[in-house]
């Protein structure tokens, strides 16, 4: 069994910063690609940005040039560093990783989320 635990949302002023992190733990051989998606009441789960094992990233147009993400494959754990937040950033941040486990299953896992609030 695997597990996502996300840490780093809280409440920020509009054009401040946030950094959230996500560690899997558990019956882990291998992870590849490592995201974070996000839910805002009343809207559909979005990708916020994605990182492969060897580094390679993927951001909605969105946050491009505002937010960066980066893993520590040493330590199952990936970062989302968010900066000049605007109101619309608001929303419950979701981080996923691909994992292959020591059953030999290849699962997509989903941590419960961590709230950030953009106040103006």
């Known amino acids: 069994q695997v597990q996502l635990v996300e840490s780093g949302g809280g409440l920020v002023q509009a054009g401040g910063s946030l950094r959230l992190s996500c560690e899997a733990s558990?019956?882990?051989?291998?992870?590849?690609?490592m995201g974070w998606n996000r839910q805002a009441p009343g809207k559909e789960r979005e990708l916020v940005a994605s990182?492969?094992?060897?580094?390679?990233?993927n951001y909605a147009d969105s946050v491009k040039d505002r937010f960066t993400i980066s893993r520590d494959n040493a330590k199952n754990t990936v970062y989302l560093q968010m900066t000049n937040l605007k109101s619309e950033d608001a929303a419950v941040y979701y981080c996923n990783a691909l994992v292959t486990s020591r059953s030999g299953l290849r699962f997509r896992n989903w941590g419960r989320g961590t709230q950030v609030t953009v106040s103006s």
């Open positions: 990182i492969t094992r060897d580094g390679s990233t």
């Open positions: 558990g019956s882990i051989v291998s992870i590849y690609d």
